[in-house]
């Protein structure tokens, strides 16, 4: 079954901490993997999109990185700031499965003072 | 550029009742798409849309219809709400599959609808 899972589920960081979140997956075939930050009451936006090929993608304060053997990935944010509070959601598109993405149900991070 | 903009933003409707959410692009885009988030769930896909005329089923279709007669517009259609449609829906579009590594999808702000 295609999947991905993220955890932890939720977090709280002081402002200024650094913080790791992670994605397992198991959509098989795969082609790329998206992290996206979504804003309370808003819609997702991308923050980075990895292929198979690609280990390391920074954006800013946020670096993800991709291990497809293993199927896992994980975004690190750096230097934390208030604005940085949001749900971060994996997604991994399913190849040939009618323009199918899964998303992972998101990790809620809030950055606190 | 507005990107995606969705309409209304808030809705509560009546069991049995019908409504159209709709969903407008300004980038030319020829994919479009419709999302239901529920609460603690990952986003679903409803429909989707590979240009104007073409519209096909994602994996929770039942109970909303879709149309697509302008690369612009997406509108969705609910013809008899029932309470299991309560969520957030997002529409979203990109220019090519939204599935290649070289494209990214774009999303509305969504539409929180009620159903009681």
């Known amino acids: 079954k295609n999947q991905v899972e993220q955890s932890p589920q939720s977090l709280i960081i002081l402002e200024g901490k650094n913080c790791t979140l992670q994605?397992?997956?198991?959509?098989?075939?795969?082609?790329?993997l998206r992290w996206y930050k979504q804003d309370t009451g808003r819609g997702p936006v991308s923050l980075t999109i990895m292929t198979f090929s690609e280990n390391t993608k920074s954006n800013g304060r946020y670096t993800a990185t991709l291990d497809a053997d293993t199927k896992q990935s994980s975004l690190h944010i750096t230097a934390s700031q208030l604005s940085d509070s949001a749900s971060y959601i994996c997604v991994v598109p399913m190849l040939g499965g009618g323009n199918k993405l899964t998303f992972g149900t998101g990790t809620q991070l809030k950055v606190e003072l | 550029n507005a990107g995606v903009t969705q309409t209304p933003k808030f809705r509560i409707l009546k069991i049995g009742q019908s409504m159209t959410l709709q969903c407008t692009q300004d980038m030319n885009h020829n994919y479009m798409y419709w999302y239901r988030q529920d609460p603690g769930m990952g986003l679903k896909l409803i429909y989707y849309?590979?240009?104007?005329?073409?519209?096909d089923k994602g994996e929770v279709p039942n109970g909303y219809n879709v149309s697509r007669s302008t690369t612009e517009d997406f509108p969705l259609r609910l013809e008899l709400a029932a309470p299991s449609q309560t969520s957030v829906y997002f529409c979203?579009?990109?220019?090519?599959?939204?599935?290649?590594?070289?494209?990214?999808?774009?999303f509305g702000q969504g539409t929180r609808l009620t159903v009681v």
């Open positions: 994605c397992n997956y198991t959509v098989s075939p795969f082609s790329n």
């Open positions: 979203a579009s990109s220019y090519l599959s939204g599935q290649g590594p070289n494209t990214e999808a774009f």
């Open positions: 849309s590979v240009g104007a005329g073409i519209t």
